[in-house]
Each structure stands twice: as C-alpha cells, then as structure tokens.
C-alpha cells in the first residue's frame, strides 16, 4: 500500500519536494500540505495539473491546510509520515514539530538535497543565507554584476513565493517592470524580483522548478549561467557548481542553531561575512569560529554593508519612521536594518515607533511579532496589508519616511510625507573577493559546461 505523507511547508520547499520526489511516485500517497509563516497560504489546493506530470495519481489536486491543524490531519488520514518543508527556523522549532508528528504516531522527516536538486545543462552559481536578512540579494546582485562584466549572460532564478495563483505561477519570467503587476506580485515578491531586473538581468520564479530551469536554459535573450537566488536560508534546488553562503555577525551563532542555514553553510565553497562595518568584534570573531566548525575548507570573504542614501538632509534633526524589508524583521528576527543604521548615521532626531498609528493587518504582524524593533516591516503579501501599510506610513505622526526596502516602495503605496530612499550594496574588504572565488567557475562557464 502507499505510504501517506503530509508535507509540512510555506509555500516553497515544500512543493518543490513533492514535485522531485513524490510526484508520480506511486509508492507515496500526498494526502495534504500544510501551511506556515506565510498568512493566507492554507485553505487552497495544490492543483492537479501541477500535481501530476505523468500519471493521475492526484485528479483532484492535494488540499492545503494550516500547520496548526497537524495533528488532527495525522489521525484523520491515518499518516505515516511527515515531512518538514520550510526554513528559517531555530532547531527547537523543527523538533517541537517533530515532538508533535511522532506523538501522533507519524515518522518525521527531513529531506536531503540528493533526492531534491535538480541538474542544469549550464553552469549553476548557488548563493544562499544561513538566516534571512544576512544580505543574500545583495549578494547576488554582486555576483550577477561581476558575471556580466566577464562577458557572460546571467539568468537569475529566485527561491519560490507562490503566493497567488498556483496554476498561472508555475513558470513565471521577468524582464522588465511592468511584468511584476502582469503577474500580481506582492511587496515581497518585488523585493526580489526588481532589483535584478533595473540591473539588466532576467529573473525566473515560480512552482515547478524542473519547467523554469528548461525555460531558463533556452531563454530567448540566452543564457551562459543560471544564478541560483536562495532565499529564507534554504539550500539550493539546483546541483551547484560554486555555492556561495552569507553569514551575519549581527546574530552570531544564528549559523549553526537555524534550519536549515546550517546545512548552507556546511554545503558552501565560500562564505561571506557581510555586515563588518557594523558588527561587534566579538561577534564577528564568534562566526569566523562556526565557520571554521562547519566549513573548514571554505574560502571565507569579509565584506561591508556599505548605505547610501538619496537626501540625507531629510534625515538630519527630523522625526523619522523607518520602513525595512518585512521578512527580515518577522521570521528573519532582526531589530535593526539598513534603514535604522542609516537614520542614525545620517543624525535622526527621533526615530518613531508606528505601532500606535499601525491599521488592520499591520496589528496582527506586531502581535505575532511583538519583538519588532522601533520601525515598520514592508509587509505586503496581499492587495489588503499593502492598503493597510500605506494607511499605517500615512497616519504616523513624523517628518521624514526613511525606505530601506530594495524596491521604489512610492510606486505601490502612496505616501503623504517627505521620503528618503536607503540603497546598500556588498563591499568586499580585501582579498579573497568574489573575483577570486569565481575565477574557476567563470572560465569554465566561458568555455562551455
């Protein structure tokens, strides 16, 4: 008989673990996903256009539920295993979850990358986080840069945020920026989308990352190298030529404690401590000894965040509030972000907490995240916590709005005060630099896979 199987997940791994593993295998039976961190992802179902490739083992799709439910799931489907399909969570996390599956009655499982990476027929660079927020994007957008300089053209492919429409997501391309509204992007989504495409380059996402590396590698702009863009400390979906793992001295120790961020950083060819320019030394020294725990052999990069921003002086003696990049302030954890360093640095006179001004949706990011610092995450996943982001922005009693967000945020909500946009990009300190790491894989991909 086939074995029952939940696939406990975000949205993301958890799809692309089925799609490489249990997809036409008759020897599982899918029976549900269940759905966290994410708000509005349960409740909808895995279609079966997207559920079966070659059989009809699942004709009317796989019902997605919401994680708190597990249990019940369990014993009503009579499972047999679980599987944990989701990232940026501290070990305690993953084996409550696993306290709670076994209790049930179900083994608990947690799959390696042999059974879920995909090959590429071109050179793959894989760049990844041990926690999100640690400067992954930019990173990327680095690495991408000195690609292009090498003569070499880039096809972008970021980690999966299927938020929307399963079926229209399963291979989404974006060239220009009109495409992110053709496909109804949320903030998050465009966080990650857009930068890639201001600089030029041609970005990939979706749900079945088998279909979008094919499309990418026969890419009508072409393509030399596909540049994995991990996200949420994941590890890669495809089999990587040169991995690359960014490490962040802000939360020392967060390496070898988060999952599955370890196991990017023990998977790593070079590791980037970003962020020196603004870490303690003790912290920065205490990852450089986990590094040398977890990845011995691996060529280690010191670099800086380094900010710039376009009108300083609406900075300087103002009432600020900061807006950051809403996943690294919830699940990522962080207090602090480009935006708080540069209100400071620039000579803010008071930075201004939103939670008394915040409307609808942003509440309920604050309860659930009561440990925000003194600034407003970017939240967007939906036309709604967009509506309330910018009723929240414009009912904050300030002078200044300080955008540390990697997207023009004043193109999606429409603010009723001064704004200052926070740009950071990766500074490399020293040598061995990105350069040097990627020489090898640069001549090989020049010369042909």
């Known amino acids: 008989m086939a074995r029952k199987v939940i696939i406990i997940g975000a949205a993301g791994r958890d799809f692309h673990n089925f799609n490489t593993f249990y997809r036409d295998n008759a020897d599982y039976q899918v029976v549900a996903f269940t759905a966290a961190q994410i708000p509005d992802i349960a409740g909808r179902?895995?279609?079966?256009?997207?559920?079966?490739?070659?059989?009809?083992?699942?004709?009317?799709?796989?019902?997605?539920?919401?994680?708190?439910?597990?249990?019940?799931?369990?014993?009503?489907?009579?499972?047999?295993?679980?599987?944990?399909?989701?990232?940026?969570?501290?070990?305690?996390?993953?084996?409550?979850?696993?306290?709670?599956?076994?209790?049930?009655?179900?083994?608990?499982?947690?799959?390696?990358?042999?059974?879920?990476?995909i090959e590429s027929t071109k050179s793959v660079i894989a760049v990844g986080a041990v926690r999100t927020g640690c400067g992954k994007s930019q990173t990327s957008r680095k690495i991408a840069e000195t690609l292009i300089e090498a003569g070499l053209k880039v096809i972008a492919i970021r980690h999966p945020m299927p938020y929307g429409d399963l079926e229209a997501q399963k291979v989404q391309r974006f060239a220009k920026i009109e495409d992110l509204a053709a496909n109804k992007c949320t903030i998050e989504e465009m966080e990650e989308y857009e930068p890639h495409i201001m600089r030029g380059n041609v970005i990939y996402a979706g749900v079945d990352y088998e279909a979008i590396v094919r499309a990418a590698e026969s890419d009508p702009d072409g393509c030399d190298v596909i540049l994995w863009d991990g996200g949420n400390n994941d590890f890669p979906f495809y089999k990587p030529d040169l991995?690359?793992?960014?490490?962040?001295?802000?939360?020392?120790?967060?390496?070898?404690?988060?999952y599955p961020g370890e196991v990017t950083?023990?998977?790593?060819?070079?590791?980037?401590?970003?962020?020196?320019?603004?870490?303690?030394?003790?912290?920065?020294?205490?990852?450089?000894?986990n590094i040398r725990i977890a990845a011995p052999n691996a060529t280690v990069i010191d670099a800086a965040s380094t900010l710039s921003v376009d009108k300083p002086e609406l900075i300087k003696g103002k009432r600020v509030l900061v807006v950051e990049d809403g996943p690294t302030l919830t699940h990522g954890e962080m207090k602090i972000g480009a935006g708080v360093v540069a209100a400071k640095r620039f000579g803010a006179a008071e930075l201004i907490d939103p939670r008394?001004?915040?409307?609808?949706?942003?509440n309920e990011t604050f309860n659930i995240y009561p440990n925000i610092g003194t600034l407003l995450p970017a939240m967007g996943y939906g036309e709604e916590q967009i509506r309330d982001l910018e009723a929240t922005i414009n009912k904050v009693d300030c002078d200044t709005v300080v955008i540390a967000t990697p997207i023009?945020?004043?193109?999606?909500?429409?603010?009723?005060?001064?704004?200052?946009?926070?740009?950071y990009t990766l500074q490399e300190i020293g040598n061995p630099d990105l350069k040097d790491v990627m020489a090898d894989f640069i001549a090989k991909a020049k010369a042909g896979k």
């Open 45 to 117: 179902a895995y279609p079966a256009s997207l559920a079966n490739k070659i059989g009809n083992l699942y004709p009317n799709g796989i019902p997605i539920y919401d994680q708190k439910d597990l249990a019940k799931l369990i014993k009503d489907f009579d499972v047999d295993e679980c599987v944990f399909s989701y990232s940026d969570v501290p070990y305690q996390h993953v084996m409550n979850i696993g306290a709670l599956v076994n209790a049930a009655g179900a083994d608990f499982t947690l799959m390696g990358h042999k059974q879920t990476m």
């Open 408 to 423: 023009d945020l004043t193109r999606i909500v429409k603010i009723n005060k001064p704004c200052v946009k926070v740009d």
């Open 356 to 362: 008394s001004a915040a409307v609808g949706r942003l």
């Open 243 to 258: 991995t690359i793992t960014v490490v962040d001295p802000h939360r020392p120790g967060h390496e070898l404690s988060y």
């Open 265 to 289: 950083l023990r998977i790593a060819d070079a590791v980037v401590i970003n962020k020196i320019d603004s870490a303690d030394f003790d912290n920065i020294q205490k990852v450089r000894e």
